[in-house]
């Protein structure tokens, strides 16, 4: 219901804000300020987008969770699309979402409002349930630099372990 109502309000609200600024100062400099917020939100995306990934390199790097860097990742994501949808509106929140504090204060209250189940981040031991008839091991290949196997092969006799 709230999805629904932002895709009708927002084209609404947009409309209006075109009306009121058109009549105020035009159709060519409304026309401008729409074009100059595209490509100054484009530059900007593309500075806060570069500081979001050097995050969560060093997230990943450090073995740290990664959620931060990449919410805020995704936010700098739907922040250049706002921006590149002509309008004020989608270029206020759009301009808003590039702002670290204001990123933050976000996620803040997106964490607050998600919970979680179960976080693991890799290099620990796989976890297996508790089976009696599973056996953890080890192995390596011992075939010979030649090719074959060493046995069981039809080219080789059977190695006397496979025999009852």
Request: proline letters at 8%.
């Amino acid at each position: 219901m709230y999805l629904f109502l932002a895709f009708l309000a927002v084209p609404l609200i947009e409309i209006a804000l075109f009306i009121q600024v058109g009549g105020a100062i035009g159709l060519w400099p409304t026309l401008g300020i729409v074009v100059l917020t595209a490509i100054l939100g484009t530059w900007l995306v593309r500075q806060q987008g570069a500081l979001a990934i050097a995050q969560l390199r060093g997230s990943i790097n450090e073995l740290r969770d990664p959620t931060e860097p990449l919410a805020h990742g995704a936010m700098i994501l739907i922040s250049g699309a706002l921006l590149l949808t002509p309008g004020f509106f989608t270029d206020a929140v759009g301009f808003a979402l590039l702002i670290p504090a204001f990123r933050a204060a976000a996620y803040r209250w997106l964490r607050s409002k998600v919970r979680v189940q179960q976080f693991s981040y890799g290099g620990g031991k796989p976890q297996r349930p508790d089976r009696e008839d599973i056996i953890d091991g080890e192995f390596s290949d011992v075939t010979p630099s030649g090719g074959k196997p060493l046995s069981n092969s039809p080219s080789g006799p059977p190695s006397g372990w496979t025999r009852h």
